[in-house]
């Protein structure tokens, strides 16, 4: 993998005022570009230096900027595992400069020592109270970047409100190392205005069309919730299989990411979940069957999700009808939440089509669900009791033998 310095690397370096705003669209290399920068800084520094670097969580982190400050230098060979203490995620550089990560959750950090460099990585998912805790307590300057899916702190607390505020919008149009089928697939969305207009251009405004709204975000699975169902989603090659648990409480329902991962065949997803839970019933989606049998033979207790005209639609509004929570270590289930929309018309309309590409664990969760609640047609949910019976008795039996 290679980083390579682009239009807006060069433009994010020129930035010099205490707040340096990245205001950007997707593929922008806004985020890896800060991280190059900061990586810069720390090995040239003559007298020591600490840099945070912070996001909403270290799940978000770990899946994001760690993952990314890793390969910048393992591909410029800089890279020593005996730098790294991975219990504090901190990385020692020759000079004797530190960059640490942690999560905005982490509210002792907030409120504890002092650094001299800070980047906040998608700072519209931090509060503001985070922000002003981290910024007092930095010395020199504080990097902040973010998608502009709606207005938020920095534009009414901030950016007009201070004189230390340097503020530009970047787009993949100065990241000259974008691949030709990136480039095309952010094109080909040209015609959804609301859209375009965030991720493709930068520029703030209001994405159309969001599918659900209003899930919290909670730290853990309280110890009084129910395990009900694992959700399946199947991929290999181009798409992941998506494994969601979905947990019953107080009312509503908790999802928690089991997996989110290319490449895995029927015996390693089975595997996966058989370390999960040996008897709660998975809902798998039913277009692959031969993999349903298969993964079963295995131990799993496993069905096919029930399909049929209106049923991604019905399941969406059934899904949409409860009260959900996430699990903050569910990085992708989150990430889809906040980017899974509707299909809107050259015209901006919205379609009641979901846009493909950030569904494949809220697909898990739609399977899931819907396998739960009086949404399924009476004969068919005793056809999936009746299956569903046929393999608690199929795997009672092998364990007989």
Not at 16 to 37: C, E, F, H, P, Y
Not at 79 to 87: C, D, G, L, S
Not at 94 to 122: P, V
Not at 341 to 358: H, M, R, S, Y
Request: hydrophobic content about 35%.
């Amino acid at each position: 993998m290679e980083f390579k310095i682009v239009t807006n690397t060069r433009k994010i370096a020129q930035l010099k005022k205490k707040i340096r705003a990245v205001q950007g669209g997707t593929s922008s290399s806004k985020t890896i570009s800060i991280l190059i920068g900061l990586i810069e800084y720390a090995q040239k520094d003559k007298t020591p230096t600490l840099t945070s670097i912070v996001s909403e969580s270290m799940p978000h982190l770990k899946k994001g900027c760690i993952r990314d400050f890793k390969n910048i230098l393992k591909a410029h060979n800089y890279w020593k595992e005996t730098n790294w203490a991975e219990t504090d995620k901190i990385y020692t550089f020759e000079s004797g400069s530190q960059i640490e990560f942690f999560g905005a959750d982490q509210h002792d950090k907030l409120r504890g020592g002092r650094r001299d460099r800070l980047f906040i990585n998608e700072a519209n998912n931090v509060s503001f109270m985070a922000f002003e805790e981290l910024e007092v307590r930095t010395r020199e300057f504080v990097y902040l970047d973010w998608n502009p899916v709606s207005e938020y702190w920095f534009d009414t607390e901030v950016k007009d409100k201070r004189d230390d505020v340097d503020f530009i919008v970047v787009n993949y149009l100065g990241n000259e190392a974008l691949d030709e089928a990136t480039i095309n697939s952010i094109e080909q969305r040209k015609n959804r205005k609301g859209w375009w207009a965030v991720y493709g251009l930068g520029l703030l405004g209001e994405v159309e069309g969001k599918i659900y709204k209003d899930w919290a975000i909670i730290d853990e699975i309280p110890h009084e919730a129910r395990l009900e169902r694992f959700g399946l989603d199947f991929g290999y090659t181009n798409d992941p299989t998506a494994i969601v648990a979905l947990y019953r409480y107080n009312g509503g329902y908790i999802l928690d990411e089991i997996c989110f991962q290319k490449g895995l065949s029927n015996k390693q997803i089975a595997d996966i979940i058989l370390n999960e839970n040996t008897k709660t019933l998975v809902v798998a989606d039913s277009a692959e069957p031969k993999s349903i049998d298969e993964i079963g033979q295995y131990g799993v207790t496993i069905i096919g999700s029930q399909k049929g005209k209106d049923s991604v639609k019905q399941g969406i509004q059934l899904v949409q009808a409860q009260r959900i929570s996430i699990t903050k270590r569910s990085v992708n289930i989150i990430k889809e939440y906040r980017n899974y929309l509707w299909q809107t018309d050259k015209d901006g309309k919205v379609l009641n089509i979901p846009e493909a590409g950030f569904d494949h664990a809220l697909d898990a969760v739609r399977y899931a669900l819907t396998s739960l609640i009086d949404f399924i047609p009476n004969q068919i949910r005793q056809e999936q009791e009746q299956r569903f019976n046929i393999i608690e008795s199929r795997q009672q039996f092998n364990s007989t033998k």
